[in-house]
């Protein structure tokens, strides 16, 4: 079985640009989770999602910050415009409602 | 107060001892107790979870809850090389979805 699929795995870029992180979860996962992971703070819940819904997003740094999920099969996660504060590594995880989550192996996260 | 404390470590032990990780949290909501490891440059990976107090046992893993105290214990019997990774505790609150995550606690085993 496929798991949780992010891309890119590495991305450097410098600060003041764009930056989309994209999952595909699992497929019959309806639920789905944005983290973000740094050594200061650990692995922290950014926003998720169920059956495509946005629920609860108080873990979004700011509002340079957006996540959407258009359809069940893919997610994305923008930073516009990226800080060098945004370096981190941002994992993707899915789940069915109320079961144990499934991580990606993330995206490492570099601004410049 | 953080709500899960977990001494980030690292621990370095032999192969063949008995590995202790252990958490603490503040919320008595908590009802479901998950343990992931964490390989470098990959994703957590759920170990084992268990439910309220009591123990659990997969293979060479125990999972530990005291509710009482509010301590989590993970256990590993005859550590092997390949356990070498950072271990993450993340309690959650019955009908919730939201992990909350400790710092995890690198650990190392030695051949």
């Known amino acids: 079985d496929a798991g949780v699929i992010q891309s890119p795995r590495h991305e450097v870029t410098e600060m003041g640009q764009e930056v989309t992180l994209r999952c595909k979860p699992i497929?019959?996962?309806?639920?789905l989770f944005w983290y973000r992971q740094t050594m200061m703070r650990g692995l922290e819940l950014l926003i998720y999602f169920n059956n495509n819904v946005p629920i609860d997003d108080s873990g979004m740094p700011e509002d340079r910050f957006s996540a959407k999920m258009p359809n069940a099969s893919f997610s994305t996660l923008k930073i516009q415009p990226s800080e060098p504060r945004d370096s981190a590594v941002y994992f993707c995880?899915?789940?069915?409602?109320?079961?144990?989550?499934?991580f990606g192996d993330g995206t490492r996260l570099s601004i410049l | 107060q953080k709500e899960v404390e977990q001494d980030p470590g690292p621990l370095s032990v032999p192969e063949g001892a008995i590995v202790s990780l252990n958490c603490t949290y503040s919320n008595s909501a908590f009802q479901y107790f998950m343990w992931y490891r964490q390989y470098s440059r990959k994703g957590p990976e759920l170990l084992m979870y268990t439910y309220s107090s009591g123990n659990k046992e997969d293979g060479r893993f125990t999972a530990q809850v005291d509710k009482s105290s509010k301590y989590i214990s993970l256990f590993i019997r005859d550590s092997q090389p390949s356990d070498s990774a950072t271990y993450l505790c993340a309690p959650l609150t019955g009908g919730a979805q939201k992990l909350v995550f400790g710092q995890g606690t690198r650990l190392t085993i030695n051949p």
């Open positions: 497929s019959g996962h309806n639920s």
């Open positions: 995880a899915s789940s069915p409602q109320g079961r144990p989550q499934h």
